[in-house]
């Protein structure tokens, strides 16, 4: 019988693989059939880490097999990649049962050709983990064509995302930032202080079990070291909001005031509204809006948990002109966008973007830039941000909004870099309208 949490995680990657779904909703629909809390987790940690290394992979049964994997059927790449995942990172799953489920998942798949093929690629790959046919880290970084071999492949990213952060912040850089992105994301909190303090919410989940230190940069965010807070009774009292560190400078980069009207123009799931709400102590107004009716119910939920009631939910599109006055004395912009300062969380993005998916998202960025600014009172400012490590949607964005609109200027800027920072890639830009 196949172990349970590896059919959930070849069901999750094999509809990744196939433009279905991204992975935190595949990943969502399959582990609903997993009762057992200890399943779950691992199909989550075998999809995801699959994803992450799939170049290495990829390389590995090109090698071994003499065959180019995309030619492959997707069901017998699947169950390979997922398999070479907890043969080469997974110590504690024994070698044999491995290669016995993915036999087994080859014949449940209709492929019982391809199952002495995989039972032979899969034992080979376990005999020779010492001396893999991947490139080696280049002894002199200067060789642009080893360099970029060695970190698409053997460090698993796009080749043209490698090219790109090579020409922008050199070799040692995009190392680091690979190997960054190829490690498991801590779970991060942002402490709700509408309900509570981060002290006394790290005293609330020690005594529940969970270890949570302080962030080193976000004033009131947490990071989980041990246990899960979402599995204690303290998960449905509106304590925390689950929010990545990057994510919560960025609200905080907002700067909101007590008193102040703030209009949060992509607001969905809610995590940087409730933020400026509490920053606000929940004084004044924000007007929190997003675009598709499940995104606002979504924005709802988190809103009604937190307990701010300074929240007006608006259900709208920011892309078009939008039917608010220009009162408001802070705008959010957290864009829609390619998410590729995200990669170490969702590993699946790095796969599916591509460089031609920048002029859609720029469009839309400049729209929706456009359109909220349009609401700021003179003196007011607007805040535009993405969780992408890219500046076609970050500077050039803003340049050209600056360019169009004179009666704007720049005030500041925030970025975080994984290589420098130890977070993930967000930009934000602070621009004042003015008086």
Same mark, same amino acid.
């Given at each position: 019988?196949?172990?349970? *949490?590896? =059919?959930?995680a070849?069901?999750?990657? @094999?509809?990744?693989? +196939?433009?279905?779904?991204d992975?935190p909703?595949? @990943?969502?629909?399959?582990?609903?059939?997993?009762?057992?809390?200890r399943?779950?987790?691992? %199909?989550?940690e075998?999809?995801?880490?699959t994803l992450?290394?799939?170049?290495s992979?990829d390389?590995?049964?090109?090698?071994?097999?003499n065959?180019?994997?995309a030619r492959?059927?997707?069901e017998?790449?699947?169950?390979?990649?997922?398999?070479?995942?907890?043969?080469?990172?997974?110590?504690?799953?024994?070698?044999?049962?491995?290669?016995?489920?993915?036999?087994?998942?080859?014949? !449940? *798949?209709? !492929?019982?050709? *391809?199952?002495?093929?995989?039972?032979? =690629?899969?034992?080979r790959?376990?005999?020779?983990?010492?001396?893999?046919?991947l490139?080696?880290?280049p002894?002199?970084?200067?060789?642009?064509d080893?360099?970029?071999?060695?970190?698409?492949? #053997?460090?698993?990213h796009?080749r043209?995302?490698?090219? $790109?952060?090579?020409?922008?912040v050199?070799y040692?850089?995009?190392?680091a930032w /690979?190997?960054?992105?190829?490690e498991?994301?801590?779970?991060?909190l942002?402490?709700? #202080?509408?309900?509570?303090t981060?002290?006394? =919410?790290?005293? *609330?989940?020690? !005594?529940?079990?969970?270890?949570?230190?302080? /962030?080193?940069?976000?004033? &009131?965010?947490l &990071?989980?070291?041990?246990?899960?807070?979402?599995? #204690?009774?303290?998960?449905?009292? +509106?304590?925390?909001?689950v929010?990545?560190?990057?994510?919560?400078?960025?609200?905080?980069?907002?700067?909101?005031?007590?008193?102040?009207?703030?209009?949060?123009?992509?607001?969905?799931?809610?995590? !940087?509204?409730t933020?400026? %709400?509490a920053?606000m102590r929940?004084?004044?107004?924000?007007?929190?809006?997003?675009?598709?009716?499940?995104?606002?119910?979504l924005?709802?939920? /988190?809103?009604?948990a937190?307990?701010?009631?300074?929240v007006?939910?608006?259900?709208?599109?920011?892309?078009?002109?939008?039917?608010l006055?220009?009162?408001?004395?802070?705008?959010l912009?957290?864009a829609?966008?390619? +998410?590729?300062?995200? &990669?170490? $969380?969702?590993?699946?993005?790095?796969?599916?973007?591509?460089?031609?998916d920048?002029?859609?998202?720029?469009?839309?960025?400049?729209a929706?830039?456009?359109?909220?600014?349009?609401?700021?009172?003179? +003196?007011?400012?607007?805040?535009?941000?993405?969780?992408?490590s890219e500046?076609?949607?970050?500077?050039? &964005?803003v340049?050209?909004?600056?360019?169009?609109?004179?009666?704007?200027?720049?005030?500041?800027? @925030?970025?975080t870099?994984?290589?420098?920072?130890?977070?993930?890639?967000?930009y934000?830009?602070?621009?004042?309208?003015?008086?």
């Amino acid at each position: 019988m196949i172990a349970p *949490a590896r =059919l959930a995680a070849y069901e999750t990657l @094999l509809a990744v693989a +196939g433009g279905r779904a991204d992975l935190p909703a595949a @990943l969502a629909r399959a582990r609903g059939s997993l009762r057992d809390e200890r399943d779950r987790a691992l %199909a989550g940690e075998i999809a995801t880490g699959t994803l992450r290394w799939q170049a290495s992979f990829d390389r590995i049964v090109a090698q071994f097999s003499n065959r180019d994997p995309a030619r492959l059927d997707l069901e017998i790449l699947t169950i390979l990649r997922l398999s070479l995942f907890q043969l080469l990172h997974l110590d504690r799953v024994p070698a044999a049962a491995v290669v016995d489920d993915a036999v087994e998942m080859a014949r !449940k *798949a209709g !492929k019982r050709s *391809a199952a002495g093929f995989v039972n032979a =690629l899969l034992r080979r790959a376990s005999r020779e983990r010492a001396r893999l046919p991947l490139p080696q880290e280049p002894r002199d970084p200067r060789n642009r064509d080893a360099a970029i071999d060695y970190l698409s492949t #053997t460090l698993s990213h796009p080749r043209w995302l490698i090219e $790109r952060w090579i020409d922008r912040v050199g070799y040692d850089a995009t190392a680091a930032w /690979t190997r960054f992105d190829n490690e498991a994301a801590p779970l991060t909190l942002r402490v709700n #202080t509408l309900r509570t303090t981060r002290d006394a =919410l790290v005293d *609330a989940l020690a !005594k529940a079990g969970v270890e949570a230190v302080p /962030t080193r940069r976000a004033s &009131i965010g947490l &990071i989980v070291r041990a246990g899960n807070p979402l599995l #204690t009774p303290l998960a449905g009292q +509106g304590l925390f909001v689950v929010q990545d560190e990057a994510s919560q400078l960025v609200g905080e980069f907002v700067d909101a005031r007590p008193g102040e009207s703030i209009f949060d123009a992509c607001a969905s799931p809610g995590g !940087k509204t409730t933020q400026m %709400a509490a920053m606000m102590r929940d004084e004044g107004r924000v007007v929190a809006a997003d675009v598709r009716a499940r995104r606002v119910n979504l924005l709802s939920s /988190t809103v009604i948990a937190s307990g701010a009631r300074s929240v007006r939910i608006l259900q709208a599109d920011a892309r078009q002109p939008l039917p608010l006055e220009p009162v408001f004395d802070a705008v959010l912009v957290d864009a829609p966008c390619s +998410g590729l300062g995200t &990669i170490r $969380r969702d590993p699946d993005i790095r796969w599916r973007r591509v460089p031609s998916d920048f002029d859609g998202f720029a469009a839309t960025q400049r729209a929706i830039l456009a359109n909220a600014a349009a609401l700021l009172r003179p +003196g007011g400012r607007v805040i535009y941000s993405t969780c992408s490590s890219e500046p076609e949607e970050n500077e050039a &964005i803003v340049a050209a909004f600056l360019d169009a609109h004179p009666q704007f200027e720049p005030a500041s800027e @925030l970025r975080t870099l994984p290589f420098r920072d130890g977070l993930e890639a967000f930009y934000g830009a602070a621009l004042v309208r003015r008086p």
